[in-house]
């Protein structure tokens, strides 16, 4: 459960995170610091100066460098020492440095091999940079591995147990799920026609009557989810509103058992409404909440028994096929 894909973007921070101050952040079990010079541009350092491997997250940014706060060696963007105290011109010296990519509002970091880093294979989560959609989003740190996130967002009927105040909705265990592999790409899919909405369709949209409720998941690696949700007045019925959200969950890991978890959730209607667009966000945020305790009591009963096996049920196809992706994907990184 240690394992990471390495060769994968990952977000590494939020884009309004780097400000004057640079910031420590463990990444696939590695310290890095993160820091934003005076002209904007970024870097991510291995977090430990050169010199008596202080943590540079400790020190303070000078223009578009990284002065160490213990005897002041300094670093570029591109991890090279330019001043050390007492010497003429330290050339030789370097500390690690990763492939940054700022898009959407998030940070992403490559920590594999740097010769691999393409900018065209973000993640695609296009939607935040597209005025049709209006969201916001938050990070929450959760104290479990990344692929429990990933298998809690593939079988979302855990919303009628674990979200009974928001996402609940009485008929989606009882409607099955498809799943499918496409390459690299997991998808499942669930439509339920005619049901009550959700509270939080109903808060949202304003639905008063039944509707169709389609849910599409998808999975890509390294640990990326996108969900879209889609909302119609069912027919007959005398309301005709329909709707669409989208829910982006980019899970980056921290360690074998702690998660960084950025998400993102917009609509594509009534886009004006910002008082709409805070509630949203507050309440998947509290969603989320109910998620993590969920999470990390799996994570704890996991680490104190690894050798269990988990029982399947039928819905979760979408999960076994995620594991079964990622283990390939594993395989072929180590070989
Ligand atoms: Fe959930």
Redesign the pocket.
Known sequence: MSKFLNNYWYVAANSEELKDRPIARIILGNPIVLFRGKSGKIGALDDRCAHRLTPLSLGRIDGDQLECGYHGWTYDCAGKCVRLPGLETPQKITVKSFPLVEKWGWVFIWMGDPDKADNNTLPDFHVMGEDKWVGDGGMLRVEAHCDLIRD??LD?T??KY??KQT?ATEDVDRVPVTAERVGDLVRVKRVMKNIQPSPFFARAVGYTQNIIHRQTTEFTPGCNIVIRLRGNSSPGTSENLKNGFRVLNAMTPETGTSTHYFWWLGRDYNQENTSLTQWMKDANAR??L??KT?LEGQQRNITSQPTQQPVPSPADKGLTLAAKLTEELLQGEAE
Request: zero cysteines; aromatic letters at 8%.
């Open positions: 809690n967002l979302l855990h919303a674990t979200h996402l969603t989320f109910e998620d969920v």
